[in-house]
């Protein structure tokens, strides 16, 4: 009897780690139910919530804006901007069309002009001067009548090493509504790039940019924030001592939506390894979920995979809160789904935006 029991063991051990027939208990039992999730789609609702797909790629930004109270979100070829109800209002394509130079905070800068996200209807603003374009400003000059005298009455000041000229970076000022773009002087170091961020330092002082504060959203559930590169707390944390590096850090989050994995059921597999004979070490199939906000709760599911051996759920999905501070100011939360491969894909990557819709 005992000896049977351990070759049924081994063999169920053996079926559910080197093949793609699913022995889980979760699916034997609710494979009907499971039946019924919705896919992950382009709209989906629930009691007092909609949940609708935005954009189509993985690992698009999403930051929020609080003085204007409204989202941005970020990807290679978009800006999109959502206000505080989810409502898209304003999108802008990143096309040759665009001229596109630089994204900086809430602003997108061009050859012709510059477009402020934070205001109510975002179009280009074109510049009502462009300065020292011939270098002909000495680095005196430049910094005494020229940066001085803008950046003390400019309500915003942003710093640029990306401009249409071989080695020139631009400061642009904001002056009683009408942008000035001023290049610095030819081999001039006011500008530079520090890590991934753009600083502006003259006669040794470090000068700031203004603009509108901004902050990152949390998967708190993972310790995770919603900037491209899906930044963790662990991955942060040996760098951030003085929260210099991820500023947002220091901010507190509170988890008030979770997601739950209920079940993974094997679909296909890979077998990577150039001395693998055969044996799976990637599977590849759907997961099922529960997501639960404000004491209701959607299920669906969408594609993801696990190790062959004791691997944890992939789901690439994230739930992104704002922080606590603001979380009065919008009720709107973020789901991403960010599949990374293209093997097995189901072509649903990208942000999805959960508003309320209730009264």
Not at 308 to 324: D, N
């Amino acid at each position: 009897m005992v000896i049977s029991i351990v070759i049924i063991l081994v063999a169920y051990v053996a079926i559910q780690t080197w093949s793609v027939i699913n022995l889980s208990p979760s699916l034997l039992w609710n494979r009907a139910k499971y039946k019924k999730f919705a896919e992950l789609q382009e709209k989906l609702q629930w009691d007092n919530f909609l949940m609708y797909r935005v954009t189509q790629r993985s690992n698009d930004g999403i930051r929020y804006f609080p003085e204007r109270n409204f989202f941005l979100i970020t990807g290679s070829p978009y800006f999109i901007k959502i206000d505080r109800g989810g409502n898209k209002v304003f999108e802008l394509e990143n096309s040759p069309k665009l001229k596109f130079l630089d994204a900086i905070n809430c602003y997108v800068t061009t050859e012709d002009g510059i477009y402020d996200f934070s205001a109510e209807s975002p179009r280009i603003e074109h510049f009502a001067e462009v300065l020292n374009k011939d270098t002909a400003l000495s680095n005196k000059v430049w910094v005494e009548e020229f940066f001085g005298k803008f950046y003390n009455t400019a309500d915003v000041v942003l710093f640029s090493y990306h401009t249409e000229l071989v080695n020139r970076e631009a400061v642009y000022f904001r002056q009683h509504g009408k942008w000035i773009k001023l290049y610095t002087p030819k081999s001039s170091s006011f500008i530079y790039a520090e890590g991934s961020k753009i600083e502006c330092k003259i006669n040794k002082e470090q000068i700031l940019p203004k603009w509108q504060d901004e902050h990152f959203l949390k998967d708190v559930q993972n310790a995770t924030y919603s900037n491209g590169l899906r930044y963790t707390d662990s991955y942060i944390t040996p760098f951030n001592s003085d929260n210099v590096f991820f500023s947002d850090q220091k901010l507190e989050y509170i988890k008030k939506g979770k997601l739950k994995t209920l079940a993974f059921a094997k679909e296909t597999y890979t077998t990577e390894g150039y001395l693998n004979p055969g044996i799976p070490n990637q599977f590849y199939g759907t997961a099922y979920y529960d997501l639960a906000i404000e004491n209701t709760t959607l299920n669906f599911k969408t594609v993801a995979n696990k190790a062959s051996f004791r691997g944890e759920i992939e789901t690439y999905l994230h739930v992104f809160e704002l922080p606590a501070k603001y979380a009065a100011q919008s009720n709107v939360r973020f789901l991403t789904y960010d599949y990374s491969t293209n093997f097995h894909e189901n072509k649903k990557q990208g942000v999805y935006i959960i508003k309320n819709i209730g009264n």
